[in-house]
């Protein structure tokens, strides 16, 4: 069964970054696709960024510009990148993921979540 373990959020000023990361355990990191997704309060979660197995990165209109995504199959990790961080950044953020492409994208298939990591942005 796949864990996920989400770290990296904090509280940060407006135009701040941060780096998250998501350690993925219990399944073979490379043949998944991974996803970035946050949820604010009140609000449904969204998907803010993706890759492949194979490195190419898509990343939501939303925060396209400021946010990037990573992984490192050697540490069975994937990175969110954040910069010039917005108050309507605030949200958990969590990582997920599966083996077939059409899954990332259908988030509310996923069976488990990890713990997610705060992000508060203060203005």
């Known amino acids: 069964q796949v864990q996920l373990v989400e770290s990296g959020g904090g509280l940060v000023q407006a135009g701040g970054s941060l780096r998250l990361s998501c350690v993925a355990s219990?399944?073979?990191?490379?043949?998944?696709?991974m996803g970035w997704y946050r949820q604010a309060p009140g609000k449904q979660r969204e998907l803010v960024a993706h890759?492949?197995?194979?490195?190419?990165?898509r990343i939501a209109d939303v925060v396209k510009g400021r946010f990037t995504i990573s992984r490192d199959n050697a540490k069975n990790t994937v990175y969110l990148q954040m910069n010039s961080l917005q108050p309507e950044d605030t949200a958990v953020y969590y990582c997920?993921?599966?083996?077939?492409?059409?899954?990332?994208?259908?988030?509310?298939?996923?069976?488990?979540w990890g713990q997610g990591t705060q992000v508060t942005v203060s203005s």
């Open positions: 997920n993921g599966d083996k077939l492409y059409f899954n990332v994208f259908a988030w509310s298939r996923f069976g488990s």
């Open positions: 890759i492949t197995k194979d490195g190419t990165t």
């Open positions: 219990g399944i073979t990191f490379t043949a998944y696709h």
